[in-house]
């Protein structure tokens, strides 16, 4: 006779000849249980129709079952407030949670907000992923907060020696170097960098110092003229590259920290009349959707974002089931587009 009412973990212990106790571990993941008894039980819960009570459990276990993406704005020409590479970032751990068995919620943040307090207290999610926070310096006092007061938190962003938390980042010094040497090797000379290379934003830094790296170990002097600061926008890229221009510098290539700016300062050398890459050549730093699409294609350095996603979400779970977690950098690879191809 078939069982009527919803089927209960004890009826597929009974139906897998295991014990209830088993069933448990099995359907939340525990290494405990061999792979065969995992699918034994996996078989009868699916013949039984049965489906996990998300609310129960998580009163058991105290957890959400829910990780939590915060998202820090960011000054864009469509104003979407969302710089493009994260978009891509955003897809990529949106798939690792599913993966893992977790909801993601998104929440769209000012830094000027007390965030680091709110998710705190609320225990809205297990953990929190934390991507573009802009001003490294001005970030770090409530990023330390957030730390001190026991909150599971990874960030995507620079890998530092005294940093308070764990954070994903790519070999931005590696890449750095990667375009310097491309455009040497394309002729190149005088290499300007757009892109504020100070503390504050540690990632244009180190991608400003494997520049500045290779330059010298060329034999070729770092000259501060041609280096502007600027923010990760079209807007701030066609602005240094206008400011380069005014400063009357000799410059045959841009290196931009960043797509955004390299788009940017492609706009300002059109606009100028100067051709790419016959005047100038061209190079940007993400590898966002666009850069591929831009005329003329831009050569930039890629960033894994599938990869990622998932050293962020695996890296935070490792903190809520207070396992070891280590900041750790990602491999870049550079791709060379139109935009810097002089053929020599």
Same mark, same amino acid.
């Given at each position: 006779m078939q069982k009527k009412g919803k089927a209960t973990s004890f009826d597929i212990a009974h139906l897998a000849g295991v014990s209830q106790s088993t069933v448990s571990r099995a359907l939340r993941g525990s290494p405990l249980v061999s792979e065969e008894t $995992?699918? $034994?039980?996996?078989?009868? @819960?699916? %013949?039984l129709k049965y489906k996990v009570d998300k609310n129960a459990s998580n009163l058991r276990t105290r957890h /959400? #079952?829910?990780? @939590?993406?915060?998202?820090?704005?960011?000054?864009?020409a469509d104003d979407s407030h969302i710089n493009p590479f994260f978009l891509s970032m955003l897809g990529s751990i949106t798939r690792a949670c599913a993966q893992r068995g977790y909801?993601?919620? *998104? &929440?769209?943040? %000012?830094l000027s907000h007390d965030w680091h307090a709110d998710y705190a207290d609320t225990r809205k999610a297990d953990g929190i992923l934390l991507l573009g926070y802009g001003d490294y310096l001005a970030y770090r006092d409530k990023l330390e907060k957030l730390v001190a007061q026991g909150t599971h938190c990874v960030r995507w962003g620079a890998v530092l020696p005294d940093q308070p938390d764990v954070s994903i980042g790519c070999d931005n010094f590696r890449g750095g170097q990667d375009v310097t040497t491309h455009l040497l090797a394309q002729g190149c000379k005088r290499i300007a960098f757009l892109g504020d290379a100070s503390s504050h934003y540690p990632e244009f830094f180190d991608r400003y110092r494997g520049y500045a790296d290779v330059l010298e170990k060329s034999g070729l002097s770092v000259d501060p003229a041609l280096q502007v600061n600027g =923010? /990760?926008?079209? %807007? &701030?890229?066609?602005? @240094?590259l206008e400011t380069l221009l005014a400063r009357g510098a000799r410059f045959d290539a841009v290196f931009a920290a960043s797509d955004l700016i390299a788009i940017g300062a492609m706009r300002a050398l059109a606009d100028q009349g100067l051709s790419i890459p016959g005047d100038v050549a061209v190079a940007g730093f993400d590898d966002i959707p666009?850069? /591929?699409f831009v005329n003329p294609q831009l050569t930039t350095v890629r960033q894994d974002t599938r990869?990622? #996603?998932? @050293?962020? *979400?695996?890296?935070?779970?490792?903190?809520? $089931?207070? =396992?070891?977690?280590e900041s750790a950098m990602l491999p870049v690879r550079l791709v060379v587009r139109k935009s810097s191809l002089r053929g020599r």
């Open positions: $995992r699918l $034994r039980i996996q078989e009868a @819960a699916d %013949q /959400s #079952g829910t990780l @939590a993406l915060l998202l820090f704005e960011d000054p864009t909801d993601l919620l *998104v &929440s769209f943040q %000012q =923010e /990760s926008t079209e %807007q &701030s890229g066609y602005t @240094a666009m850069a /591929s990869e990622a #996603g998932e @050293a962020l *979400v695996d890296n935070l779970l490792r903190l809520i $089931r207070d =396992e070891p977690a």
